[in-house]
């Protein structure tokens, strides 16, 4: 499978405990994305990577998350003393960004994450 | 401010009939605009996108979606429904601000197909 592939895809964890997701991109794809997404709602973004550098964050991206693309391939999203608010579904999404062209995002199937 | 409104939390069709899913935008300059649809405990799967040209847009799964400039909107549309096409369908808009694309996405509409 050459989709883009989260681990965990369950992480259930305790108020307070620090807990990383991993993100593989579509190999070829140079950009790659961080959404949340809670239950009823859309996806929100939180990040966006082109290459290695990390371009933009939101202003949802508290300072207990930090996200990283070192290589510019696979990326982690680290969320530190986790809360209960952080529980939510955490999705990477990828795509070709090429100059002057839309290219649509493809998503993996997910990290979620349960904070008791 | 740039925004996606999805207005029908829910859409209840019968297999077989025709089905719409309603999207409409607000952003400035020339937007692109894309459906995604969701399965339980799955990612987003790309369905279709527009960026110029024809205002009807043929996507994956049979799906079409119409570009409508002057009411700012973009439904999606399948002539026939069937029971797999239920699932939660996301509208999104991806502009350029702040030197950047962004992508956002309509809060979802649950479809219902019912045998």
């Known amino acids: 499978d050459t989709g883009v592939s989260q681990d965990p895809r369950h992480k259930i964890t305790k108020r307070g405990q620090n807990v990383t997701f991993r993100c593989d991109p579509i190999?070829?794809?140079?950009?790659l994305y961080w959404y949340r997404q809670t239950l009823g709602q859309g996806p929100e973004f939180l990040t966006y990577?082109?290459?290695?550098?990390?371009?933009?964050k939101s202003r949802l991206l508290s300072d207990r998350f930090s996200a990283e693309r070192p290589k510019g391939s696979f990326s982690t999203l680290e969320i530190q003393r986790t809360e209960q608010g952080d529980s939510a579904m955490y999705l990477c999404?990828?795509?070709?960004?090429?100059?002057?062209?839309?290219?649509?995002?493809?998503f993996g199937e997910g990290s979620r994450l349960t904070v008791l | 401010a740039q925004s996606v409104a999805q207005p029908e939390d829910q859409v209840n069709v019968a297999e077989g009939n025709p089905l719409t899913v309603k999207c409409t935008y607000s952003?400035?300059?020339?937007?692109?605009l894309f459906w995604y649809v969701q399965y339980p405990n799955r990612g987003l799967q790309f369905l279709l996108k527009?960026?110029?040209?024809?205002?009807l847009v043929k996507g994956s799964y049979g799906f079409e979606a119409e570009f409508n400039k002057s009411q700012t909107s973009f439904h999606l549309k399948k002539p026939s429904a069937l029971v797999s096409d239920s699932a939660l369908y996301f509208c999104?808009?991806?502009?350029?601000?702040?030197?950047?694309?962004?992508?956002?996405f309509g809060a979802g509409t649950r479809l219902a197909v019912h045998p």
């Open positions: 527009y960026i110029t040209g024809d205002n």
């Open positions: 952003v400035s300059g020339n937007p692109y």
């Open positions: 999104a808009v991806r502009f350029f601000s702040g030197g950047y694309n962004k992508l956002i």
């Open positions: 190999s070829e794809h140079n950009r």
């Open positions: 990577f082109q290459n290695e550098a990390q371009l933009e």
């Open positions: 999404a990828s795509s070709l960004g090429l100059a002057g062209a839309a290219g649509e995002l493809f």
